[in-house]
């Protein structure tokens, strides 16, 4: 199912909002503060992850721990599955997110991941043996699972097109902040009655019991934010969506901005429901089963629907070549990576892997400014590369020295930089930019469906490294590097050749650019047209040509009010 402008709203009244729209980038998150105070919040649920993902790789490497869990810990295949365990409950947490975020509202769907999150950490804290630590992972990663799915759809539906990017990137951003907190906890922690055998059970118990802080404010925080106007419309509830796009954009209900907006909300999902009716007329009457059937059909329509199917593959493949760069081997085990480029001691291993934490932070943040003015596609294409080269001199410099990094200490360090410029690559490119092209190739009736099914490509595949890493590192030493460096190679050239640029297009315009490409069938955009006459959208392009458009969106701004 396609739909032409804004879900088939006239060319006319995209046009117009386009000229009502503030700025891209920081300065319309700025501009905008009730969405930067929604997005600061929901990257809550980024900081969360991040923490999540990044308090392991130090803990795996403290003393007391390894006394504890030494049955676990010993063996590369069950360390191994110690980390990826939770990767595996993120995996299942994705899939059943996307029902839940349709079903129960996107926001419901977050303060239940956090609930679920909660008891995971609290059982992992309290841990005496490897299985309360499995356990633990495996419900935390359920919780952490749905959340990577259920935010990013939030902060995407509630946000204005022109700072979209940003705000998802705002995400990225948390999660490398999150990661960086993690991992200078744990160089701190580590001290905690020293590194060696007098090192207290609290240096790692303590890294992990504060999870919960970020997760406490965010399950309470999110009571107080608003629904989102896309569910509320798929929900028939029309007057709350207004209310809540007219407060988060800080104009009154009846102005052109919001009343476009709403319109083309409300055009897309009606034109998905009569689609809907159309194919499947016998799911129609309500009940559980039929509503299951639909949502069954659905998933099928991703594969058999070729403009869909496209979008399937765009989404996951980018999700799996975001993995197989190697950035989550680098994360979960830079302290041991560190180690084997000759760094040595516990302790310098995990200062090195707190510069990791901080210079990807640091790289993330031009992202977020300037990732809607750019576009998608130069960003990936440059860190693919820069990723590709700097794995390939770690494996060159690996392959020279593994053996004798304590007589050659430069190679050593300059293998080191090599992990942190990798890092900054991907801090800057896959790290923000993957999420939010999977976030937004989707249509309204199946973005649920379609983010869960990307997203759990990326925890599957995030599983599956986390798995294999210690082995490769311990049986092919610099292979792995090499490995991962081809990866990252074919990852620029898949985005290069088969992506489309999505930046600045509305939810609904992405149609266009994943459309068949000997154009939308004719009765589909008949139908669209249709619609928009119907609920009166195509008016609103055609009474307010010119005057009005020659305004700047603060002008338009100061009239309706100052915000």
């Known amino acids: 199912m396609g739909g032409g402008h804004a879900g088939g709203a006239s060319p006319y009244a995209a046009k117009h909002r386009q000229a009502l729209q503030g700025q891209s980038g920081w300065a319309g998150l700025v501009h905008n503060r009730r969405i930067f105070a929604n997005a600061i919040f929901a990257s809550l649920g980024g900081l969360l992850y991040g923490y999540n993902q990044g308090v392991f790789s130090g803990v795996l490497s403290m003393f007391s721990f390894d006394q504890r869990m030494a049955s676990a810990i010993s063996n590369p295949g069950t360390k191994g599955w110690l980390v990826s365990i939770l990767e595996l409950g993120a995996w299942v947490g994705v899939l059943s997110a996307g029902y839940l975020a349709d079903k129960l509202s996107r926001k419901y769907t977050i303060m239940l991941s956090v609930g679920v999150f909660c008891v995971g950490v609290v059982v992992q804290t309290a841990?005496?043996?490897?299985?309360?630590?499995?356990?633990?992972?495996?419900?935390?990663?359920?919780?952490?699972?749905?959340?990577?799915?259920a935010v990013?759809?939030?902060?995407?539906?509630?946000?204005?097109?022109?700072?979209?990017?940003?705000?998802?990137?705002?995400?990225?951003?948390?999660?490398?902040?999150?990661?960086?907190?993690?991992?200078?906890?744990?160089?701190?922690?580590?001290?905690?009655?020293g590194t060696g055998s007098g090192q207290s059970e609290i240096a790692w118990r303590v890294p992990l019991a504060m999870q919960l802080v970020p997760a406490i404010i965010l399950g309470v925080g999110v009571i107080f934010m608003p629904f989102s106007p896309r569910w509320l419309v798929n929900q028939g509830r029309d007057e709350e969506a207004v209310a809540v796009l007219s407060r988060a954009r800080r104009l009154p209900p009846n102005s052109d901005l919001v009343q476009i907006e709403f319109l083309e909300i409300k055009a897309q999902y009606l034109f998905e429901k009569e689609m809907n009716a159309l194919k499947f007329p016998q799911f129609q009457d309500g009940s559980?089963?039929?509503?299951?059937?639909l949502g069954l059909h659905a998933y099928m329509s991703l594969l058999t629907s070729r403009t869909l199917f496209y979008r399937v593959a765009v989404g996951s493949l980018t999700m799996f070549f975001q993995q197989w760069t190697g950035v989550n081997a680098i994360l979960y085990y830079a302290p041991s990576i560190f180690a084997d480029l000759g760094l040595t001691g516990n302790a310098t291993s995990l200062l090195a892997t707190g510069v990791v934490g901080v210079v990807m932070f640091l790289a993330t943040i031009p992202a977020v400014i300037w990732i809607d003015k750019v576009g998608r596609k130069p960003v990936l294409i440059s860190g693919a590369f820069i990723m590709a080269i700097c794995h390939l001199v770690v494996a060159v410099l690996t392959a020279l020295y593994h053996d004798s990094w304590?007589?050659?200490?430069?190679?050593?360090?300059?293998?080191?930089?090599?992990?942190?410029?990798?890092s900054v690559a991907f801090g800057y490119s896959w790290g923000p930019c993957s999420w939010i092209l999977v976030a937004e190739i989707w249509p309204l009736s199946i973005r649920g469906k379609g983010i869960s099914i990307a997203s759990s490509a990326n925890w599957m595949n995030n599983f599956i490294v986390g798995q294999v890493t210690p082995s490769m590192l311990t049986h092919i030493g610099f292979g792995t590097f090499v490995f991962f460096g081809s990866f990252a190679l074919l990852g620029g050239f898949f985005i290069m050749f088969f992506v489309p640029e999505t930046k600045g297009l509305t939810l609904e315009e992405m149609d266009d650019v994943f459309g068949d490409r000997n154009g939308l069938a004719v009765a589909d955009q008949q139908r669209?047209?249709?619609?928009?006459?119907?609920?009166?959208?195509?008016?609103?392009?055609?009474?307010?040509?010119?005057s009005d458009n020659e305004k700047s969106s603060h002008e338009l701004f100061d009239d309706e009010g100052k915000a």
């Open 127 to 149: 841990a005496f043996q490897p299985s309360s630590i499995y356990g633990g992972r495996f419900i935390t990663g359920l919780g952490v699972g749905s959340l990577s799915m």
């Open 152 to 193: 990013p759809l939030y902060n995407a539906e509630l946000s204005p097109p022109e700072v979209r990017g940003s705000l998802v990137a705002l995400q990225q951003l948390a999660i490398t902040f999150g990661i960086l907190i993690s991992f200078w906890i744990d160089y701190g922690t580590n001290y905690i009655g």
């Open 288 to 293: 559980f089963s039929s509503n299951f059937k």
């Open 406 to 422: 304590s007589s050659h200490p430069t190679a050593g360090w300059a293998a080191c930089a090599c992990v942190w410029v990798f």
């Open 528 to 546: 669209q047209n249709a619609i928009a006459d119907r609920i009166g959208l195509t008016a609103f392009g055609q009474h307010k040509g010119g």
